[in-house]
């Protein structure tokens, strides 16, 4: 016999006797399954029977129906709001939520932009009411009450669209940058005509000081007498230039 043999031979006799020896310690050691689950029990032992076994698998059978039923209707309850969901998207967008349009189909926001409420003649923007029950805001409101559905602007008027706003808007400031424009270049004049008017003030102040200097001077030289004999002539002739070149003043501050 070759040494491969025996050793073939000596694990076998190995095995067998491991395999006795362990078919005998699960026979001495088995579980008490089909024993009455409320006898031969030691204290701080929780040994497991067919009769628990069994009403573990019928509980956890019946959860499972539980857990069927409620995937069911819960799926339902999902389906039915992906369905809401997407029809309050189309009514509000136009579009469904991957962005596809039917043909003819808008939305709210489109009529804001045209500002055509079918049904109420014109106007595009809507007041919309909470549902109490849902909590949602209702997209379909009754447009036969226009005047408090339709968002009326100041004037009275249903409010024009957001292209017609944003047209009016743009028109506006443009006008309004015509205007700031000029009133700046009438600031600048009057700035300008400000500072002539300084100019122009103290001319006059420089002219009335002027005048009131030439008027002392005529009422000075109206009182001016001659006593020296010799130089009378001489000082006469010389105060009726002055008097002459002085009249306009005198004759102005008597009046």
């Known amino acids: 016999m070759t040494a491969l043999g025996k050793t073939l031979i000596f694990l076998n006799l190995i095995l067998g006797i491991g395999a006795a020896?362990?078919?005998?310690?699960?026979?001495?050691?088995?579980?008490?399954?089909?024993?009455?689950?409320?006898?031969?029990?030691?204290?701080?032992?929780?040994?497991?029977?067919?009769?628990?076994?069994?009403?573990?698998?019928?509980?956890?059978?019946?959860?499972?129906?539980?857990?069927?039923a409620a995937w069911g209707t819960q799926l339902k309850n999902l389906e039915s709001k992906e369905k809401l969901r997407s029809d309050r998207y189309v009514r509000m967008f136009g579009t469904l939520p991957d962005g596809t349009r039917a043909a003819g189909s808008k939305g709210l926001l489109d009529y804001a932009h045209e500002g055509k409420m079918p049904g109420a003649g014109a106007g595009g923007f809507v007041n919309l009411s909470e549902d109490p029950t849902t909590r949602l805001l209702d997209l379909n409101p009754d447009l036969k009450d226009v005047k408090n559905v339709i968002v009326h602007g100041p004037d009275g008027l249903p409010l024009k669209g957001t292209d017609s706003l944003l047209e009016q808007f743009e028109k506006d400031s443009l006008l309004a940058e015509q205007q700031a424009n000029l009133s700046k270049k009438l600031r600048a004049q009057v700035e300008a005509l400000g500072l002539r008017i300084g100019t122009v003030?103290?001319?006059?102040?420089?002219?009335?000081?002027?005048?009131?200097?030439?008027v002392n001077e005529a009422a000075y030289l109206e009182n001016f007498r001659v006593n020296a004999t010799l130089n009378r002539e001489t000082f006469q002739a010389r105060r009726n230039q002055l008097l002459e070149r002085l009249a306009p003043f005198r004759a102005q501050d008597k009046k």
């Open 21 to 68: 020896v362990y078919s005998t310690s699960v026979y001495a050691n088995r579980p008490p399954w089909f024993e009455d689950p409320e006898s031969n029990i030691d204290k701080g032992n929780k040994p497991l029977y067919f009769k628990q076994l069994a009403a573990d698998i019928d509980a956890g059978g019946k959860a499972g129906g539980f857990a069927s």
């Open 201 to 214: 003030q103290t001319q006059v102040h420089k002219q009335r000081e002027i005048r009131d200097n030439l």
